[in-house]
């Protein structure tokens, strides 16, 4: 019996695999693509939910990190590096063990989710938290590429982006179409664009008949695209999408204007009552990034009738903390029949 074997075997005719004796996998991708009944009522429209917290680290990066790690365990080295708002850590650490690779993160001190963290940690990376926010994270990564033998796996490394763009030919392979809008949110601003090239190219090549618009939503206090200009100390509860100034900005601006798309932000209250309202009334427990999608369409409305896929970037559980404070306290009863009776009737 074969089941799914991961990316870089099912989607092999896309990628350019040369030189690659053995593929880096955790039999990522193939994540659900669930209708959201409600939700669709509520716009008038047929709303989808792409959920890539199903992935094996829970969230969308392990699309791009298969093929990063894959490419550069081939080219021959040995470590890995990035800056994180705490997913890409996540992932880079699990695929780096997967590789036999050692791999370093820079993390902003004190602004990333623990359940991320602490998936970094457990996987053997080693974890140094700077006094800084992602962007400075991000830089050094990128200096320290150039005084030691190391690989930065972030998404201004182009496989990851080829990776990535598997999202939209699953999209495509089940609905048999491209969707009218296509919403995810927006951080630093790759996976946009490799949405993009994966529908894209399966336009070209026949697979899908049309192409959707692009709509990407930033958090308000982490805008800069929408703003025009870097952000220097962003602020969001969405803390994956907690980015000043986003290393694929060029790219996803070309993405808009080639699609008929936009960029908006929705402010975190917004966030979180997408956040809270995709798990009451849809039952999928995201990260509150990944609520940003939902929440555009909430704030912004959508075409009557159109067809739209929510990328949901991340699990729930990577963000314990904001669940808990978000959701309330817990009543204490005492331990007796009559104490639930009396608080349940």
Known sequence: MVGWRGLLHEYAEWFNLDGVDEVVTLQEGNTPLLRAARLSERLSADVWLKYEGMNPSGSFKD????????????????????????????????????????????????????????????????????????????????????????????????????????????????????????????GNAGNITAYWRGFTQYHLHGKASTLPKMWGFQAAGAAPIVLGHPVENPETIATAIRIGNPASWVPALEVIHESLGDIRAVTDDEIIDAYKYVARYESVFCEPASAASVAGLLKYGVPEGSTVVCVLTGNGLKDPDTAVSTGGTPEVVDATLQALLTTLG
């Open 63 to 186: 699309r791009g990190m298969t093929m990063a790690i894959t490419k550069a365990r081939a080219a021959g080295a040995t470590k890995v590096i990035c800056g994180s708002t705490g997913n890409t850590s996540a992932a880079a650490a699990a695929y780096a063990a997967k590789a036999g690779m050692e791999c370093v993160v820079l993390v902003p001190e004190g602004k990333i989710a623990l359940g991320k963290l602490a998936q970094a940690m457990v996987y053997g990376a080693t974890v140094l938290q700077i006094r800084g926010n992602f962007d400075q994270a991000l830089n050094l990564a990128r200096e320290l590429t150039q005084y030691l033998p190391i690989t930065i796996v972030n998404s201004i490394n182009p496989d990851r982006i080829e990776g990535q763009k598997t999202g939209a030919f699953e999209i495509v392979d089940v609905l048999g179409r491209a969707p009218d809008i296509l919403s995810i949110p927006v």
